[in-house]
């Protein structure tokens, strides 16, 4: 059996899923391929690694395999009958360009262990095992948006998601006028490196400090009283970026792709000065298509320190894009690639193919 795990773009909502924030993902036509029969010994072949390995006891082994391993180990502590299966696994998505790679696979993981068992496991819930699976067993302190993308997409669609009641709902995509791309800066971030668990650690900070216990209850005067700079634009971060989702969702219902795209140009400012998580590369792919009044907006997506960049633009882009990576292939050396957008649905089983 195969089952497709799709990668995740976020339009906007960045570095406020652990916050308590909003978010606006969405599932991207590209996917992490799972096959999956039962077997005598557990088996695991990573195509893309070119490495298999095969073990009866499900321990950690600090590489790649951890993200199957985990949800092993999830799947049982959460009651789920797990039994020994040989799985071969290929993917067209990247690893560390901010698209999510880990997320496909660990839901695309539970969700055929799910299949081969015979046993539904409720979306949501998926979502939250493989979510554990991340913190608990592989070690990033990740937040839930890329886990819960993966798992609840739905083709046409962004899934805004209050992080904190966990409630969600469907925004229509249907953008006429103009198209998403992603630019692959061809700059790999190292998610599981220190910096994404120090910034939420200073945003733990942040909150003890202007004694509150949820950043919905933050006000711009709290954020003036905080005496660490730095802290004080972490959370500035926080609170702008939420009401910018808030902005991107009325503007998407009027249809306002202007709008649309400042606030992405805004959210990139926010995460290159506040939350000081992008990288020399990737302001100037974003400070060049700037120049180009058919690109409405334009920032980086995902934990950053590299990786993706989200482009919301008019038909021609293909044209702006070769332009503009010419002058980055010049300066930096390094080819980035352009990618059309294509909404997909979450995790789906494929029988024949
Ligand atoms: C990574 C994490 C997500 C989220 C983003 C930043 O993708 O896995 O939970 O925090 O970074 O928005």
Not at 223 to 238: E, F, M, Q, Y
Not at 247 to 264: C, H, M, P, Q
């Amino acid at each position: 059996m195969t089952v497709y795990s799709p990668g995740r773009a976020n339009l906007i909502g960045e570095h406020t899923d652990y916050n308590d924030g909003y978010i606006l993902p969405f599932a991207i036509k590209k996917y992490v391929k799972i096959e999956i029969e039962s077997s005598e010994r557990f088996k695991i072949f990573s195509k893309q690694v070119k490495k298999g390995i095969e073990f009866e006891a499900p321990l950690k082994t600090n590489s790649w395999a951890d993200y199957v391993i985990g949800m092993v180990v999830k799947l049982r502590e959460h009651g789920y009958k797990v039994e020994p299966f040989n799985m071969v696994l290929d993917s067209e998505l990247p690893m560390g360009a901010g698209l999510s790679s880990s997320a496909a696979l660990e839901v695309g993981v539970g969700y055929a262990i799910s299949q081969l068992m015979g046993y539904e496991i409720e979306r949501e819930e998926l979502a939250k095992i493989a979510h554990e699976c991340e913190v608990d067993f592989v070690g990033v302190r990740c937040g839930i948006m890329d886990q819960y993308a993966v798992a609840l997409s739905k083709e046409d669609h962004a899934l805004f998601i209050d992080t904190m009641t966990r409630e969600y709902k469907y925004v229509p995509l249907y953008l006429d006028s103009a198209k998403l791309y992603l630019i692959n800066s061809g700059i790999k971030h190292e998610l599981g490196n220190s910096e994404y668990n120090k910034r939420r650690h200073e945003c733990e900070l942040a909150l003890e400090s202007m004694k509150k216990s949820s950043f919905r209850d933050v006000t711009m005067e709290d954020i003036d009283k905080l005496s660490d700079p730095v802290l004080r634009k972490r959370a500035l971060h926080v609170i702008t970026e939420n009401e910018r989702v808030l902005k991107t969702l009325s503007a998407l219902e009027s249809d306002n792709l202007l709008l649309v795209g400042r606030y992405l140009y805004e959210s990139h400012e926010s995460l290159r000065d506040n939350y000081e998580v992008s990288c020399e590369e990737i302001d100037f792919l974003i400070e060049e298509l700037r120049k180009y009044p058919d690109v409405l907006g334009a920032r980086i997506v995902g934990a950053g320190f590299g990786g993706s960049v989200i482009v919301l633009a008019r038909d021609n882009f293909e044209e702006i894009f070769k332009k503009v990576a010419e002058l980055y292939t010049m300066k930096y050396g390094i080819t980035p690639s352009l990618m059309n957008v294509e909404t997909s649905s979450g995790v789906f089983r494929v029988d024949s193919i």
